[in-house]
């Protein structure tokens, strides 16, 4: 394959990773205001709507089990641009629409470009945006503040976990050659003061892409984008624990028992249940699913597709009886 066409493949498989995501630039502007779309792209069910449209590029899912809404992060656009039209859409419990763009760049102070995974701590809602964290106020959507890691290429996904905030970084970069996955695969800390440190810096991490914290074994979960190995790190350690594999370049990862976890695999577009290191598909037909969330009272996921601009609901998979 030559050099060129190395790229151009590079590029492709890159761009369902959100880091790399380039919207078609032949696509004619879609007149259809935002508030009619999401009602013409919703399927409604007895506990909600399971499909919701209307999004640009959505890429994480969010659930606050204490205000009952979603929050939806929108790269809307190059997933290493530093465009400044990024926005997060905040959802009624049930998946209804209740803002669109309940957070904004360029409004109210915000600054947002391509924004990815999220986590909650308290009153903030913290958001990784290329190469800065940045926290919002979770019931208003004003900012409070901006933390940039030194050395950030393509921050990803946020999980809290003991003693602070910890975020993946797939190592990803553009320039004027494309796309290219040079690294390092790390893992920055934020800690409660606000200090920022490199956490975790290594290469078998594969372009580490989500992240959540598994509290039954004090360690975290994270998986690649680069790689099919899912893998558990205890935050002070140098190991990194393989727990098995799957399809391969995962996204989304949640916690569901002290068994199992859910994950997302764009190789193929699939929502998976992870137990006892195998993956098993439980729904197809999901293309590019990203980060997803997870309402355990409701007993529902949120997948979003972030090239078919939507959010599907799905039901959370019974627990196999013994």
Known sequence: MTGTRWVL???????????????????????????AKDAAAMTTTAGGPSKV??????????????????????VNGWGLDKDGNGYISRLKGDGTVDSMKFIES??????????????????TL????????RGFNRRTGAPVVSIAPKGAKCLNDIA???????????????????????????????????TWSVALDNDSLAGPNGITWDGARR???????????????????????????????????????????????VADSSLDVFENGTATVVYKDLPTPADIGLDTKRNRVAIPLIMENRIEFRTVPAKATP
């Open 160 to 194: 809290v976990g003991p003693n602070g905030l910890y975020i993946t970084d797939t190592g990803v970069k553009a320039d004027a050659q494309g796309i290219s996955h040079p690294g390092p695969d790390r893992v920055y800390r934020i800690a409660p003061d606000r």
């Open 53 to 74: 449209g209307g999004f640009q590029h959505p890429e994480s899912v969010k659930y606050d089990a204490d205000l009952d809404v979603w929050y939806v992060t929108n």
């Open 219 to 265: 360690q975290f979960i994270i998986v690649p984008f680069f790689g099919n190995v899912v893998r558990a790190w205890t935050p002070g350690s140098t190991a990194i624990l393989p727990l098995g594999t799957s399809a391969g370049q995962l996204d989304g990862v949640e916690i569901l028992d002290a068994q199992r976890m859910l994950i997302t695999s």
């Open 106 to 123: 360029g409004k109210r102070g915000v600054t947002l470009n391509a924004p990815k995974g999220m986590a909650l701590q308290g009153d």
């Open 9 to 35: 493949a590079f590029a492709a498989l890159v761009s369902t990773a959100a880091c790399g995501h380039q919207p078609d630039p032949g696509a004619a502007a879609d007149p259809t205001p935002a508030g």
């Open 126 to 133: 913290w958001v990784a945006d290329i190469d800065a964290v």
